[in-house]
Antibody, heavy 117, light 107 residues
């Protein structure tokens, strides 16, 4: 069965960096676009970044553009999110999600990122 | 960016009640509209895709309708496990955007 497992979350000071990973299993990772979605405490869902199946196309939300970088290693079945220049407003649960034929059909359990001094 | 709105923002209902949640897009999105359920401390789960198609494994009491700018999610007979927050999402264009959510709790 499909599994997505995020890792790399934690507490980080403002201005510092963190890299999240999302390890996929149970499906052919290289044939699916993948997303990062975040949810601030008590708030709604926000699309952060998306990468096409082969890595040739990527898109970022305005709030993270220029600071976050999405990447993937299809040989390792892993999606990444490099987060630089972190701010307090980046504090959130970060989910990776698979782009199904319509909608995000599988989600990981999430990785909590807390930006605080 | 396409802005998604939902109404109501919250509702209280009894077990067995029929519940309808509305989602509106700021521009026409055909049927590129999905619905998710999220329970506290859990990741969202896809319920309905392409406005009206039931995701595999989702109970048939859930249904979706609409096209263009106006969409609805209906729960025909609310069950205890349905108390959660529901989000709509448009995948018509990037950035993909979500509605603000509708929290359904016990009356």
């Amino acid at each position: 069965q499909v599994h997505l497992v995020e890792s790399g979350g934690g507490v980080v000071q403002p201005g510092r960096s963190l890299r999240l990973s999302c390890e996929a299993s149970g499906f052919t990772f290289s044939t699916y676009a993948m997303h990062w979605v975040r949810q601030a405490p008590g708030k709604g869902l926000e699309s952060v970044a998306v990468m096409s199946n082969d890595g040739s196309n990527k898109y970022y939300g305005d709030s993270v553009k220029g600071r976050f970088t999405i990447s993937r290693d299809n040989s390792k079945n892993t999606l990444y999110l490099q987060m630089n220049s972190l701010r307090g407003e980046d504090t959130a649960m970060y989910y990776c999600a698979r782009a199904g034929s319509s909608g995000f059909d599988y989600w990981g359990q999430g990785a909590l990122v807390t930006v605080s001094s | 960016d396409i802005r998604m709105t939902q109404s109501p923002s919250s509702l209280s209902a009894s077990v067995g009640a029929r519940v309808t949640i509305t989602c509106r897009a700021s521009q026409r999105i055909s049927t590129y509209l999905n619905w998710y359920q999220q329970k506290p401390g859990k990741a969202p789960e896809l319920l309905i895709y392409a406005a009206s198609s039931l995701q595999s494994g989702v109970p048939s009491r859930f249904s979706g309708s609409g096209s263009g700018t106006d969409f609805t999610l209906t729960i025909s007979s609310l069950q205890p496990e349905d108390f959660a927050t529901y989000y709509c999402q448009q995948t018509y264009s990037v950035p993909i955007t979500f509605g603000p959510g509708t929290k359904v709790d016990i009356k």
